[in-house]
């Protein structure tokens, strides 16, 4: 009887079999080192122009994808809607029923799944973008899981169309920033480099200006729009990150349409067929002032009663506690109201409503003068696809009458919708109420000089079109304060005609709204309490007179070289910081440096408490400046700095805290609370 041997022939067998297997998968040595060689030089030769260029490029084309699939879903679901209002033939309580209930349904939706994934994931997300950028950390904003609830949801929100009355630019820019921040982790990760915080602010303020590029096609614009929007303090060196990835967004959104047979060639989203032989006669140029006059005082309105509802739905107690524990609710609410206003039978033949935000901006932008259309039609509006300004004219209104009416129920209508609690944007209303107001100014002017305002030589009537051009940059730049749109709607529209009326326009605006009212997201960023320092809008010579030394902080917790195991335990247990300043000794508080509070912790950790039993494994404490790192202090204030200074140097520098010398010795510190409460309350009194 034979026995096995372990470990004997049979071991033999199997670890030659393995060796002969392991050469068997690797054939042609001298090639495989060849080719091995190759790749390495072409990772060299690529990697050579730097490695930002790849990332800014994949990012922008994937926004640009994402961007045009969320348009072809939400266009289908809109043709959906319009199907079924049109199959349930006259019967008006079923077509009440199918106007209403979509939306409604939609919106529960929205609001239900972004909510259940992350309670961030409603608005915007601008404002907190601007704080993020600032230096303060909000990291549940920049979450993956993020990225998904406001994919879905705001894809749901923009099927509702006109109803809701709201648009993606916003939500676009924020989710652009979230996938720059994921691709920066994966990079750092693949690449096994330190990530670098200057690098990744970097990456997100190129992300700003992809988001727009993606949703209007307009690279340029893009960039100085994020620029004024988002920025304190803009780069210059970060100007070509912008640029390159906002043209890659914005050329991929394009060529996407063409791929889809939507048009024959890249071009303007609007695309509008106005005529530059002669846009605008000269004397114009003073209604166009007096547009933006207009779009001016209207934005102060605009911005003053929507800070005032946001924060009064916060404090009424109905409201604020369907926000609280039911959100599907109160936008199920909110939705049903707005569907029921805008019932084409109802009040919404009077307001166009059966146009996309899309085919709002369209027609408006319409380079034909409806008020001498009008007269000559000889048939009622036929709904979308055929001649879209029929949708703005009915038999008992003028048009007049129904732009009129657009804009006083609008305007209360798309204060309500920003307190939906579903991912929105709200750039696009606003860009579309501005076009519809500068409608109603230019086809007041055309009704007033029907042979344009020259007597002498060739007749040069009024085009509407251009002052609708010159109202969306007008109101859309005051109630976001930046001057960009007026760019913005020429690459937008690919008429660059009007751009020097429509800057005249911006400009009025803007000096109106800026005078009276924070920015938008300015306004929301003061009724959420995000901690973001607000712009110091006095320029009158008392304010440059107030200085650090009225304001610090003066009760300010610090540690000398020589403290012990007991002191820092008392100056954890006293305070919060998160760094603690370190002084020469008590009797001299000479700063020298700054210690981190996880420091702080860990020399505790690791050292032995001086009452502690003899048993304990641990080394004896000894004093600060021989266990614990001791930072250098780079910036420190003067007493006599003034208010000006100090928040130049915290937005410019992203700080959170900076400490306060006098001779060198340590009297006080400045936080964000401590300038913030004195801008609010020195600089800018109420």
């Not at 990697?47 to 289908?76: C, H, K, N, P, Q």
């Not at 960009?484 to 008429?495: M, P, Q, Y």
């Not at 250098?632 to 010398?661: C, D, G, N």
Request: hydrophobic fraction near 45%.
């Amino acid at each position: 009887m034979e026995h096995p041997v372990p470990g004997g022939l049979q071991g033999e067998k199997e670890e030659e079999r393995v060796l002969v297997s392991e050469k068997s998968w690797r054939p042609c040595p001298k090639a495989r080192k060849r080719l091995r060689g190759c790749l390495e030089w072409v990772k060299r030769q690529l990697f050579r122009v730097g490695e930002d260029w790849y990332f800014l490029f994949v990012l922008g084309v994937l926004m640009a994808t994402i961007s045009f699939m969320m348009d072809f879903i939400v266009f289908r679901l809109f043709e959906a809607h319009r199907w079924l209002y049109q199959e349930v033939g006259d019967i008006l309580v079923l077509k009440y029923l199918s106007w209403t209930m979509y939306p409604t349904a939609l919106a529960a939706f929205s609001t239900g799944f972004a909510q259940s994934i992350t309670p961030h994931s409603g608005g915007s997300g601008i404002p907190e973008l601007k704080v993020i950028l600032t230096g303060v950390v909000l990291e549940e904003y920049l979450a993956i899981q993020n990225f998904g609830a406001k994919v879905v949801g705001l894809t749901c929100t923009l099927a509702c169309g006109s109803t809701v009355f709201l648009g993606k630019l916003g939500p676009f820019v924020h989710l652009s920033v979230m996938a720059a921040a994921y691709l920066g982790k994966m990079r750092t990760k693949v690449t096994g480099e330190y990530e670098n915080k200057f690098k990744q602010n970097e990456m997100l303020v190129a992300a700003q200006a992809v988001g727009i590029a993606s949703v209007f096609g307009a690279p340029i614009s893009g960039v100085l729009f994020s620029v004024e929007v988002m920025s304190s303090h803009f780069a210059v060196r970060d100007y070509w990150r912008g640029f390159f990835a906002a043209t890659c967004s914005a050329f991929m959104f394009r060529l996407l349409a063409v791929f889809n047979s939507e048009q024959e060639t890249i071009t303007a989203v609007f695309k509008s067929n106005l005529k530059i032989d002669f846009p605008f006669d000269l004397l114009e140029t003073f209604f166009f002032a007096i547009l933006g006059a207009v779009c001016g005082l209207l934005g102060c309105c605009y911005l003053f009663c929507q800070r005032w509802l946001l924060g009064a739905v916060k404090q009424n107690r109905l409201t604020a506690r369907l926000l609280a524990t039911d959100k599907p609710i109160y936008s199920v609410l909110v939705v049903l109201l707005l569907a029921s206003i805008t019932f084409p039978p109802g009040l919404g033949q009077l307001m166009a409503s059966r146009l996309t935000m899309k085919e709002y901006l369209t027609s408006l932008f319409d380079n034909r003068t409806w008020g001498t259309l009008v007269p000559n039609s000889t048939s009622v509006a036929q709904g979308p696809g055929t001649d879209l300004w029929l949708d703005w004219y009915h038999p008992s209104a003028t048009i007049f009458g129904t732009l009129a009416f657009f804009l006083m129920m609008k305007f209360w209508m798309l204060i309500l919708a920003t307190t939906l609690p579903l991912p929105a944007g709200y750039f696009m209303p606003i860009f579309v109420y501005g076009a519809a107001i500068g409608r109603l100014l230019g086809e007041i002017v055309a009704l007033l000089f029907p042979r344009g305002l020259s007597s002498e030589g060739d007749l040069h009537p009024i085009i509407p079109c251009g002052y609708a051009l010159a109202g969306a940059a007008a109101f859309s730049g005051s109630v976001t304060h930046s001057l960009s749109t007026a760019l913005l709607v020429c690459e937008a529209t690919g008429h660059l005609g009007h751009l020097l009326p429509v800057v005249v326009a911006v400009l009025v605006a803007n000096a109106i709204t800026q005078k009276n009212q924070p920015s938008f997201y300015d306004g929301t960023i003061i009724v959420k309490r995000l901690p973001y320092l607000p712009r110091i809008r006095s320029r009158h010579m008392a304010s440059y007179q107030v200085v650090v030394e009225e304001f610090m902080e003066r009760q300010v917790v610090a540690l000398a070289r020589g403290d012990g195991f007991e002191e820092v335990l008392m100056a954890l247990d006293g305070s919060a910081d998160a760094e603690y300043p370190v002084v020469e000794s008590a009797e001299s508080p000479t700063l020298v440096g700054t210690v981190s509070r996880a420091q702080l912790v860990t020399y505790l950790q690791s050292h032995k408490h001086p009452q502690a039993p003899p048993g304990e494994k641990l080394a004896t404490a000894g004093t600060l400046g021989d266990s614990c790192p001791i930072e250098p202090i780079m910036l420190q204030l003067s007493p006599r700095t003034s208010l000006h200074q100090a928040h130049h140097l915290f937005e410019l520098l992203k700080l959170q805290r900076i400490f306060v010398t006098r001779s060198g010795e340590l009297v006080g510190a400045v936080g964000r609370a401590e300038l913030r409460r004195a801008i609010e309350e020195l600089a800018n009194p109420k």
